[in-house]
């Protein structure tokens, strides 16, 4: 339901062309991130925007690589087209600082909205940008983690150490962990090896 919503504020913002464009930037080849490509164009077409009727996709993928990522984003831009719709975190920001407020654009995949630079402290949208955000349920695990392992005492957890989403969810497992009884042991990683 949430991308027939962003389908219906496309259509309404840019409701007097015939023909839309969207240039789509996925960060990387990743099942979750096939499925949200996949979902967003579902949203579109029950919206009535059909791929090769009234509507050109742009799909590119920057096989999570920041530089390249920037360059689709500057690519679309250049182009004029619609829409940016931006998929993970790093795309999404690309997508976003290339538009400049030009050109609207759509996140999704993004962990924390407030802390990438979409919304403010109070959620509201920090310019012409929305999207969908795919929060961990960190309390939930945590439980889940306890009840499974009754006598762990250390949860190891790796995090990209340049993604604004990694570094927010290890303080909230840090933040969190001690009512479980844990420490959290992390480790930040910084190149794709």
């Known amino acids: 339901s949430v991308i027939a919503v ?7 913002a840019i409701a007097l062309a ?9 960060f990387a080849q990743h ?4 499925n949200c490509y996949e979902g967003f164009m579902q949203g579109l077409a029950e919206a009535g925007l059909v791929e090769g009727e009234n509507l050109k996709v742009d799909l ?15 690519q679309f831009a250049g182009r004029k ?11 999404a920001q690309a997508c976003y600082n290339a538009a400049s407020g030009r050109i609207p654009t759509v996140f999704t995949a993004v962990t924390d ?7 403010d402290a109070s959620g509201a949208a920090t310019g012409d940008v929305t999207g969908t955000s795919d929060a961990l349920p960190i309390e939930a695990q945590l439980g889940t983690i306890r ?3 009754p006598e762990a005492k250390k949860i190891g957890i790796l995090f ?8 927010s969810a290890i303080a909230i497992y840090k933040e969190l962990a001690p009512a479980y009884g844990f420490e959290i042991v992390d480790a930040g990683i910084s190149t794709i090896a």
């Open 81 to 91: 087209v619609d829409m940016l719709v931006g998929i993970a975190t790093p795309m």
């Open 18 to 26: 015939e023909t839309y464009t969207i240039g789509i930037g996925q």
């Open 160 to 167: 990209t150490t340049s993604e604004v989403n990694s570094i």
């Open 113 to 119: 909205p407030v802390a990438a630079g979409f919304a």
């Open 60 to 74: 590119q993928n920057a096989q999570a690589d920041m530089g390249i990522a920037q360059q689709i984003a500057a």
């Open 147 to 149: 009840a499974m392992l």
């Open 6 to 12: 962003i389908a219906l504020i496309l259509t309404s």
């Open 31 to 34: 099942g979750s991130l096939d």
